[in-house]
């Protein structure tokens, strides 16, 4: 599967603004690149690169005075399989986890394990450990949350979804991950594309957030605002929640004017 896949981004700033952007695909699926996801500015601007400590690609440039277009397009090749369904990746135990995993069991910004801890473990300290207590808490925080555009805040946290009951993707996946990590179980935050591919349209395509656990020594994938499996993650980043992995941080003021994502399958190559 060839997915045609980019965004274009839009700010007004009214002086020069520093910003740092992680809106790269991840070094993990660059060997799937057909073009190259150039970052382009309009107007044109040096860019600088460099790996954060979550191994994810960052960009860096100083937006100058006046409108700011930021823009990718390119083609990513996929498998075209859906999330791989994997019940026997054991749960590990928390002194048999790899140093380098243990991060993702701890609290964090956007997910309070410390106020989250005594309802994970009412909700589901009785049931099965492993795949079947990830995908217990996935459908939980499927069915408790509602979708809302309106109810999106920069704010918002896990535990202010809990208490809510609404939220966007990004609250779905905080949750979840919350809920994880209060159970013993590493879970880090995903952010990337995800076009409606196999599926009815779903709406404005925007990038997308979902989550990983650690089992059976891998990181697997979870979603909960879907909860189902799918075709055609592209990843871009992936850190401890939302804070680690925002698309842009500006260091000034910056109005943002417009926000389109692309993630759609590409026709064939001629000859293939």
Same mark, same amino acid.
């Given at each position: 599967?060839?997915?045609?896949?980019?965004? =274009?981004?839009?700010?007004?700033?009214?002086?020069?603004?520093?910003?740092?952007?992680?809106?790269?695909?991840?070094?993990?699926?660059?060997? *799937? +690149? =057909?073009?190259?996801?150039?970052?382009?500015?309009?107007? !044109?601007?040096?860019?600088? %690169?460099?790996? *954060?400590?979550?191994?994810?690609?960052?960009?860096? +440039?100083?937006?100058?005075?006046?409108?700011?277009?930021?823009?990718?397009?390119? $083609?990513?090749?996929?498998?075209?399989?859906?999330?791989?369904?994997?019940?026997?990746?054991? %749960?590990?135990?928390?002194?048999?986890?790899?140093?380098?995993?243990?991060?993702?069991? +701890?609290?964090?910004?956007?997910?309070?394990?410390?106020?989250?801890?005594?309802?994970?473990?009412?909700?589901?300290?009785?049931?099965?450990?492993?795949?079947?207590? /990830?995908?217990?808490?996935?459908?939980?925080?499927?069915?408790? !949350?509602?979708?809302?555009?309106?109810?999106?805040?920069?704010?918002?946290?896990?535990?202010?979804?809990?208490?809510?009951?609404?939220? /966007?993707?990004?609250?779905?996946?905080?949750?979840?991950?919350?809920?994880?990590?209060?159970?013993? !179980?590493?879970?880090?935050?995903?952010?990337?594309?995800?076009?409606?591919?196999?599926?009815?349209?779903?709406?404005?395509?925007?990038?997308?957030?979902?989550? =990983?656990?650690?089992?059976?020594?891998?990181?697997?994938?979870?979603?909960?605002?879907?909860?189902?499996?799918?075709?055609?993650?592209?990843? $871009?980043?992936?850190?401890?929640?939302? /804070?680690?992995?925002?698309?842009?941080?500006?260091?000034?003021?910056?109005?943002?004017?417009?926000?389109?994502?692309?993630?759609? =399958?590409?026709?064939?190559? /001629?000859?293939?």
């Amino acid at each position: 599967m060839r997915i045609r896949t980019g965004f =274009e981004i839009v700010y007004d700033c009214p002086v020069p603004v520093p910003m740092l952007l992680t809106l790269s695909v991840h070094p993990s699926r660059r060997d *799937d +690149l =057909e073009t190259p996801d150039w970052l382009r500015t309009e107007p !044109i601007l040096p860019v600088r %690169q460099y790996l *954060d400590g979550y191994g994810n690609i960052c960009s860096r +440039l100083l937006a100058p005075p006046g409108r700011l277009t930021l823009s990718a397009d390119f $083609i990513i090749r996929d498998s075209g399989l859906i999330d791989p369904y994997e019940p026997e990746a054991v %749960q590990h135990a928390v002194e048999d986890l790899p140093d380098d995993v243990i991060l993702f069991l +701890l609290g964090s910004r956007y997910c309070e394990t410390d106020r989250l801890s005594e309802a994970a473990w009412s909700l589901f300290g009785a049931g099965p450990p492993g795949w079947a207590l /990830v995908q217990a808490i996935t459908d939980y925080v499927h069915d408790h !949350i509602a979708f809302s555009h309106d109810h999106a805040r920069p704010d918002k946290t896990a535990y202010d979804a809990w208490r809510e009951g609404r939220g /966007v993707c990004r609250d779905y996946a905080h949750l979840a991950i919350a809920l994880c990590r209060c159970m013993n !179980i590493p879970a880090r935050y995903c952010t990337g594309y995800l076009g409606d591919l196999g599926v009815p349209v779903a709406g404005v395509m925007d990038f997308s957030a979902w989550f =990983e656990v650690y089992l059976g020594g891998a990181w697997r994938t979870f979603d909960a605002r879907n909860n189902m499996p799918r075709m055609g993650r592209v990843l $871009i980043a992936h850190g401890r929640d939302a /804070v680690d992995v925002p698309i842009a941080n500006t260091f000034g003021p910056a109005e943002l004017v417009t926000f389109t994502v692309t993630s759609a =399958e590409a026709a064939p190559m /001629v000859g293939a």
